[in-house]
C-alpha cells in the first residue's frame, strides 16, 4: 500500500513539472489544491486496489490478470477525479493535467507491480531465506494444504517434500514418520505442516516434540477440519486457546461497523418514521378501526423472540382468518405468503406497496433487535416447521432487507431458495456488501418491486 501510494505520488508530481514545462506561464494550480488532490487520490487509488483484491493474501495467477486488474483500478481511480473534478472546479484542472496524471501514475503502477509479481512468481522460490515446508498428512488433506501454499502469497515459501499417503494406511504414514528426523536434516525444512486425519493411534505429539528439539516450527491442521466447514481459529481466554469453527464471516470490527451503521441507519428511519406516524396514522385509522401499529412476535438472532413493530396494513382479525387462507399460500415450505391477500386494507396496500409499512421497524433496529440488512424475521410458528439446516438463517440478527428483497421476493416461491440466498449472505458477508444491499433496496422500493 505504501508503493502504491509512493507511485500515485510520483505519478502526480511528474504530471506537475510536465505541465509547468510544457505551459509555461500557462498554467497554473494552487499548491494546497495539488497536495489535496494527490492525498485524495492516495486513498481512492488504495481503496480501488483493496476491492480489486490486491491486497488479499492471494497471489495473482498471471500478468494478465495483473494486468487487467491495474487497468480497471486506473479507470475508476481517474473517473472518481473527473467526477471531483466536475462537482468542485478547482481553477488550473483541466483535462491536460489529469491525463498526463494518469499516464505518470499508470507507468509508476505498472512498474512496481510488475517488478513485485516478477519476483514473486520466479524468484521468491530461489532466495537463500525462502521457507522451506515439509507437510506431513493423508493424501486428500496435505492435497487442500499443498493447493492452499500454492496460492498464498509470501516473500518466499516452498514445498520441499511431503509425507503423504491415502487414507487407510497408517502402518505405512507412521513408518515413514519414523525417518522424519533424517528428512528434516536432509531437506533444511523450517517448517512441518501436520495434515493427519482424527486417528488418536497416530502418535502425533512424538513427532511435535522431536520437530521441537530439533528447533523446526510445527502447524496442525485440525482433525475435525473438513473442505466446506467455516473458519476455524485459534483464540484464547485467559491463556487457555481454543479452537473456534466459525459458522459465518462476521468479525469483531465488521460487526462493529455493521452496528453503527444501524445506529446512524436507525436514528435517520425512526426520524422519517416520527414524520410520517401522523399522517399515516390519519389514514389507517379512516380506512379501518383498530391500531396503528401492528406489533407481532418474531424470531430473532438463535431464537430470541422480540416484538416487531409494522404499520398495520390488515384488518384486526387478519390473525383468525389466517387458518382457513393457509391452502392459498403461495410459498413452498413454512413461509406465508398470500397473493391479493383479502386481509390487506385499501390504505395497507399502498403503505406495502411503497415499504412504508416498514419504518416503524427502525425503531426495532435501534434497541438492537434487529439490523438495516439481514435475514427477514420469521414467526415463532414457521420455525417450529424448520428443518434443522433452515435454522442457520436465524443464527444472525434479522434485517429489514436483504439478498431476497433485491433478488425479487415476488418470484422466488422455495423457502430452500430463500434459505440459501440467507445462507450466502452470512458466508460471504462483507461490510461493502451491506452498502450494496441498501442502496439496491432503495432502487426496488423505488420502482415498487417485489411486494405482495
Given amino acids: 500500500m505504501i508503493l502504491d501510494a509512493v507511485c500515485v505520488i510520483l505519478g502526480g508530481c511528474a504530471a506537475y513539472l510536465y505541465?509547468?514545462?510544457?505551459?509555461?506561464?500557462?498554467?497554473?494550480?494552487?499548491?494546497?489544491?495539488?497536495?489535496?488532490?494527490l492525498l485524495f487520490m492516495v486513498l481512492v487509488n488504495n481503496f480501488i486496489l483493496g476491492q480489486l483484491r490486491l491486497y488479499s493474501d492471494i497471489k495473482p495467477d498471471s500478468f494478465l490478470q495483473l494486468t487487467i486488474a491495474l487497468v480497471k483500478a486506473i479507470a475508476f481511480d481517474f473517473i472518481v477525479l473527473a467526477g471531483a473534478v466536475f462537482v468542485f472546479r478547482p481553477e488550473g484542472f483541466n483535462r491536460e493535467f489529469i491525463l498526463a496524471f494518469m499516464i505518470f501514475t499508470s507507468m509508476f503502477l505498472f512498474l512496481e507491480r510488475y517488478v513485485a509479481q516478477f519476483y514473486i512468481s520466479r524468484k521468491a522460490k530461489d532466495n537463500y531465506n525462502v521457507r522451506r515446508l515439509l507437510v506431513v498428512g493423508d493424501k486428500a488433506r496435505a492435497e487442500h494444504v499443498i493447493k492452499a501454499l500454492d496460492r498464498q502469497l509470501s516473500w518466499g515459501h516452498k514445498i520441499v517434500g511431503n509425507i503423504c499417503v491415502n487414507e487407510g494406511e497408517k502402518e505405512k504414514l507412521i513408518e515413514e514418520l519414523e525417518n522424519l528426523p533424517e528428512i528434516l536434516i536432509q531437506k533444511e525444512v523450517d517448517e512441518v505442516i501436520f495434515a493427519l486425519g482424527g486417528d488418536r493411534s497416530i502418535p502425533l505429539w512424538k513427532?511435535?516434540?522431536?520437530?521441537?528439539?530439533?528447533?523446526?516450527?510445527?502447524?496442525?491442521?485440525?482433525?475435525?477440519?473438513?473442505?466446506?466447514?467455516?473458519?476455524?481459529r485459534v483464540e484464547e481466554c485467559q491463556?487457555?486457546?481454543?479452537?473456534?469453527?466459525?459458522?459465518?464471516?462476521?468479525?469483531?470490527?465488521?460487526?462493529?461497523?455493521?452496528?453503527?451503521?444501524?445506529?446512524?441507519?436507525?436514528?435517520?428511519?425512526?426520524?422519517?418514521?416520527?414524520?410520517l406516524y401522523p399522517f399515516v396514522a390519519i389514514a389507517i385509522k379512516l380506512d379501518s378501526p383498530g391500531p396503528v401499529l401492528f406489533k407481532q412476535e418474531r424470531v430473532g438472532k438463535n431464537g430470541r423472540v422480540f416484538k416487531l413493530l409494522k404499520f398495520r396494513t390488515m384488518y384486526v382479525d387478519a390473525e383468525k382468518q389466517k387458518a382457513w387462507l393457509t391452502h392459498k399460500n403461495v410459498m413452498n415450505g413454512p413461509i406465508f405468503k398470500l397473493k391479493d391477500d383479502p386481509r390487506i386494507t385499501m390504505v395497507g396496500r399502498f403503505l406495502r406497496k411503497t415499504s412504508i409499512d416498514e419504518f416503524p421497524q427502525f425503531l426495532n433496529v435501534l434497541k438492537g433487535e434487529m439490523s438495516l440488512v439481514g435475514t427477514r424475521p420469521p414467526t415463532p410458528e414457521e420455525v417450529k416447521n424448520y428443518a434443522l439446516w433452515h435454522h442457520r438463517r436465524i443464527s444472525a440478527k434479522p434485517?429489514?432487507?436483504g439478498l431476497w428483497q433485491i433478488s425479487g421476493r415476488n418470484k422466488i416461491r422455495d423457502f430452500d431458495t430463500i434459505v440459501e440466498l440467507d445462507c450466502a449472505y452470512l458466508d460471504r458477508w462483507r461490510f461493502m456488501d451491506d452498502l450494496k444491499i441498501l442502496w439496491k433496496t432503495i432502487f426496488v422500493v423505488l420502482a415498487r418491486k417485489g411486494a405482495l
Fill in 19 to 37: 505541465m509547468l514545462e510544457t505551459f509555461t506561464g500557462l498554467w497554473a494550480l494552487r499548491p494546497e489544491v495539488f497536495l489535496v488532490s
Fill in 207 to 232: 513427532y511435535l516434540n522431536l520437530c521441537r528439539k530439533k528447533g523446526v516450527t510445527t502447524r496442525i491442521l485440525p482433525a475435525l477440519w473438513k473442505p466446506g466447514l467455516g473458519s476455524i
Fill in 239 to 275: 491463556g487457555i486457546p481454543f479452537l473456534t469453527v466459525h459458522v459465518n464471516s462476521f468479525s469483531a470490527s465488521g460487526l462493529l461497523y455493521k452496528r453503527l451503521l444501524d445506529i446512524v441507519g436507525g436514528f435517520i428511519g425512526s426520524v422519517i418514521f416520527l414524520i
Fill in 399 to 401: 434485517g429489514i432487507t
